[in-house]
Every structure is written in C-alpha cells, then in structure tokens.
C-alpha cells in the first residue's frame, strides 16, 4: 500500500514538471511573439520614420552628438554618399576644415536659429547648406533630427543679381552706383590729412567710333580700355565705369599730391597706340578730369562734381588732363554747359551755326616727294562752339546726323572749299566724306552740281573715304565710287590699315591714292615692324598703280626715311599746319636738302 501511494505520488510530481514545462514553454513562446511583435512595431516606425524623411525635398539627418543614424534619400543625393557606408560614422567629417568645430558645436547643442555651413561632397564638390535641429526619439532613446537646405545655388543667383547691381555688365567694373559709395567710405575712413584724388575720364569721338565701326567694335573698345587702365593701377585704387565712354578712377594708394597727374598723363600716353578689334586698328583720346580731397571737396558728391567739372574744362581747351581749381565752380558756368550739353541743344546750335554759316573750314598743305613741291591742300572742318569750345569733325558729325543736317552740312562745307581752291588756284583739294555723304545715292550728282557751281575742275577734286565706309556699304561701294570717277573726280582711301576692309577689294576699286595714318608714321625710326609695313603698302600701292600719301609727319627723321622708301607725298605739322587759306609757307630750305 505505501508502495502504490508512493508510485502515485512520483506519478503527480512528473504530472506537475510537465504541467511546469508546458507553462514555461508557453510563457517562452508568448514572450517570443511579444519581443518580434515590438521589434516589428520598431521597425515599422523606423521605416514609416525614413518613408517621412524620405518624402521631403530637404536633407534629414537623425543622429546623436554627430553620430549618424539615418540619413533620407535628399541627404544622400545632395551629398553624393551612401547611407550604409556613414551609418555610425560622425557627420562633422563632411564639413570642410574651417567649418568642422562650428559644425560639431552646432550638431552637439543646437542653437535656436538657422545656420550655414559648408560640407564636402562625395566627388569632391562643395556645397553651402542651411540647418536647424530639434530634439527627438529613436528607437526609444534621445536623438536630434537635423534639417538641411542646399542653399549654394540661391547663395550664387544672390552673389549675380548683387553683382549686377552694382557692377557694369560689360566691363565687369564697378558702377556708378556702386563707386559713389566706395567714395564715401573711402573718405570717412581717410586721414583727412592725407588726398584723396579722384580723376574722371571720357573717350573723345567714341560716338564715331560707333557709327563707323558698330556698337559691337565699340564695346570691345571700351573692354580694351579698361584692360589696358586697369593693367596701370595699383590695388588699392579702383576703377569704375559711370556711363557711356565716361570713367573713373579713384586713387587710394599711398602716394605723393602729384600722383593723379601722373596716372592721367599714362592713361592718356596709353591710348596712343591703336586698339585691335575684329582686325582693325582703331585710335582714341581721352580727356581727364582731376579733383582732390580734403582740398576742392568736403564729401563725395562734392568730389564727383568737382572732377566733373574739370572733365568739361579738358574737354573744351583739349587739354588733354586738366586739374580742377575753385573757381572752375563759378554758378554760371556749369549752368550754360549743362544746357549746351543735351543733345537737343547742341542739335540747335548746331542748326544755328550752320545757318550763319560758322562751321570753318582749314586747309592742310600736302607736298610731293622727293623734291618738295606743293601738291595741295586737305580741308578739314572746325565748330567753335561758345561753351564746348573747338569742336573737330568727329565730334560734331554725329550730331548733324542725328539732327538731319548731314549731307546739308556737307554740301555746303565742300561748296566752301572748291571755291577757296577755286579763288587761291589751287590745282589739288581733298576734302572728307562722312558716313552719311557715302550713304546718299544722289551724291555724284550734288558734287557735280558744286563743280558746276564753283568752277573747279573735276580732275582737282580728292574725296577721301574710309574702310569702314566701305565694309558697311559694300554692297553699293563700288558702283558709287565708280559714278564719281567716271565723273572725272579723284578717290582716296583715308587712314589705310584700320582693317575694316579686305585688301582684295582694293583690286576692284577706283581708287587714285592711299593714305597712311599717322599712328604708323610716328613708329617710324622707333618700330622695325612700323618700317616693314611701310615697305609693303609702298610696294602694294605701286602694283595697284595708287599714289600714297603719309600723314603727321613731324620729325625731319620720319621725312627722309619717308623720301628714301619712295612715298609719293606727306603732310602733317613738320611740313605746315591748318591754316585758314589755301596757302602754305615755303619749305624749310634744310628739309629740301635733305
């Protein structure tokens, strides 16, 4: 009997270990289920968490102290990384240098504002970006949730739209707008006891250079200018491009009172060599306008009045630079330039002077080589005008265009001259055509006409056009001067080696002579090249059977290399200058026997 109770015992206690084993199976079971369904409950929202960040067009970076954790698709691209490869690794790595302490900072207690910095792509780009961060919770435990902008394109269409602001867009230099507030800066933090200059420059005849080259030649002029300026300042001064034609240097550089003079002699000493622009050689001048601080001005916009108006008194005396002094600021006499100065005034008085007929006229002598005789006079135009002073024709020929005077102005001024040659006995006039002379079709018919008129023989008359002339009008170039040659009336290609037409079109045109301008005449005995390009128009004129005269002679050097190399006339200042009258002075005996 107690044999069976303690088999029914033993029996009752196995029945519980198993009873126990079952339960703790179950409970090991039900605690598995739990442990998966959490796990699958946290990565479910670590992947509804990455389907967010993935859905902003933003970069999202959830990390702790800089540790990454997750990264969205805009992060990976904006970065060119991938994810998995960074994952763990410190963010502050793709900073650039100078921005990792300021990154970590931020990363490790971020501030309440946005802030930029600048991170290192995966291709070695470089990329500017904005962020702001906040407190959050990943996977149970305190993380940050940083929020990045690329904002490197934004920072540049910025940096363009200020840059055009206040910069010219052709040049690339400061504007007017721009440049006035450099002045004042520049004057309040200057030791009033040490000058400030301010020097204001435009390009004499740069209207012309436009009608007869095209807007397009002009602009490469005005480029070419500002190299070649630019190329004689130091640092510290700058440049600026206040409108049109018109500069402005302001001179900060450390430096004697006399340095702007100096500056404005080499600015203006650099445009004697002839610019190159689509394969023509084009020549400017420059007037400068000079004004210092503390001396003629007490602030800016005094300062920029100042050399303002000691740019108009250069203008008017063609004094090349002319330095302002206090009594240039007289009330009336800006009052009357600044009237004179708008196109439609001087149209007016351009109007009046040609019907009081005040447009003169002066007469160049020319003489033949080798034995000096006197070959003829050329016929230039002046405008003396009451507040602007000598106007040359390049000056006022654009003027008379635009107001419609053109051909009536040139009519008459050639009437003029065929009947001083006319009245002195001149056998040789030459007289210049503008633009809008060669544009007229009946203008075979009007010199004709002023033939008739004044009794000057055909074969006395020397029109003079340029290469421009004929490259813009190339059409109908030939067959007009063909008209006026078959009229008896001789043509001379002016200031041949601008470029502006080819030399093949020589062949087939009706020209009588060719004259070299004086930027080459005055290389001569300096500038081998100046010498061989002599040579070869000497020797292309005489196969064409073209005379050629040189023009600016001034040395008694250039004269005889001139005679040596077999030119057929010169003219220029050594020779005589404009006069008048069709009359000259004798040849120095000493230039006759060279």
């Keep these: ?64 102290q800089g540790v990454i954790l ?13 994810e998995r490869e960074w994952l763990g690794q410190n963010f502050c790595t793709l900073a650039r240098e100078d921005d990792v302490a300021g990154l970590r900072a931020e990363l490790e207690a971020p501030g309440l504002e946005p802030v930029r910095f600048r991170l290192l792509r995966a291709n070695k780009g470089e990329i500017t970006v904005e962020m702001s961060s906040q407190a959050t919770a990943f996977e149970g435990q305190p993380a940050t949730v940083t929020a990045l902008r690329d904002i490197t394109r934004r920072l540049a269409d910025e940096a363009t739209i200020d840059h055009l602001t206040n910069h010219d867009a052709l040049t690339g230099l400061a504007n007017r707008r721009q440049f006035e507030r450099i002045i004042e800066s520049t004057l309040v933090a200057t030791d009033p006891n040490r000058p400030v200059s301010l020097m204001i420059t435009d390009i004499q005849g740069f209207k012309a250079v436009n009608q007869q080259f095209g807007r397009k030649a002009g602009d490469a002029l005005l480029q070419q200018l500002t190299q070649r300026i630019t190329g004689l300042l130091p640092r510290e001064d700058v440049l600026a491009r206040l409108s049109g034609d018109k500069f402005a240097v302001l ?68 004094s090349g630079i002319y330095l302002f002094r206090h009594e240039d600021a007289a009330p009336a006499r800006p009052a009357v330039a600044t009237r004179t100065a708008e196109p439609g005034n001087l149209r007016d008085d351009l109007r009046s002077a040609l019907a009081r007929g005040d447009i003169r006229l002066l007469y160049q002598p020319a003489f033949t080589l080798p034995e000096f005789g006197l070959h003829g006079f050329e016929a230039s135009a002046r405008w003396q005008h009451p507040v602007q002073g000598l106007l040359r024709p390049e000056q006022f020929m654009g003027i008379a265009e635009s107001a419609g005077l053109a051909q009536e102005l040139g009519s008459q001024l050639i009437e003029r001259a065929c009947a001083e040659a006319v009245a002195s006995g001149t056998r040789h006039l030459a007289v210049n055509l503008s633009p809008a002379e060669f544009r007229d079709v009946n203008l075979p018919a009007r010199l004709a006409a002023i033939l008739r008129k004044t009794g000057l023989a055909p074969g006395a008359l020397e029109v003079e056009v340029t290469e421009a002339m004929l490259a813009e009008h190339a059409d109908y170039a030939a067959a007009l001067l063909q008209a006026l040659r078959n009229s008896g009336v001789l043509i001379t290609l002016d200031d041949f080696g601008a470029g502006a037409a080819p030399l093949g079109a020589l062949c087939h045109l009706p020209l009588a002579r060719l004259k070299i301008g004086q930027r080459f ?47 057929h006339a010169v003219q220029g200042p050594l020779l005589g200058e404009p006069a008048s009258r069709c009359v000259s002075r004798p040849v120095n005996a000493t230039l006759a026997a060279i």
């Design 521 to 567: 005449i005055h290389k001569l005995g300096q500038d081998r090249n100046a010498e061989a390009m002599l040579s070869a128009t000497l020797s292309l004129a005489a196969n064409l059977h073209l005379q050629v005269t040189a023009l600016g002679v001034e040395t008694e050097a250039q004269l005889e290399l001139l005679r040596r190399q077999g030119c």
């Design 1 to 64: 009997m107690l044999m069976h109770n303690d088999l029914l015992a033993g029996v009752s206690l196995f029945a519980a270990l198993l009873l126990l084993a079952g339960v703790l199976v179950a409970m090991r079971a039900d605690h598995l289920f739990i442990r998966r369904r959490l796990e699958a409950e946290a990565e479910n929202r670590r992947l509804w968490a990455h389907g967010l960040a993935d859905a902003s067009f933003d970069g999202m970076l959830i990390h702790r």
């Design 70 to 82: 997750l990264m969205n698709h805009a992060l990976v691209r904006m970065l060119a990384v991938r």
């Design 251 to 318: 001179l900060r550089a450390e430096g004697p009172p006399s340095r702007g003079l100096s500056l404005g002699g080499q600015m203006l000493a650099s445009c004697t060599e002839p610019f190159i622009i689509d394969g023509r050689l084009i020549t400017v001048r420059l007037s400068a306008g000079l004004a210092m601080f503390p001396e003629h001005a007490a602030d800016a916009e005094a300062l920029l009045r100042a050399a303002e108006l000691a740019l108009a008194r250069a203008q008017t005396e063609s």
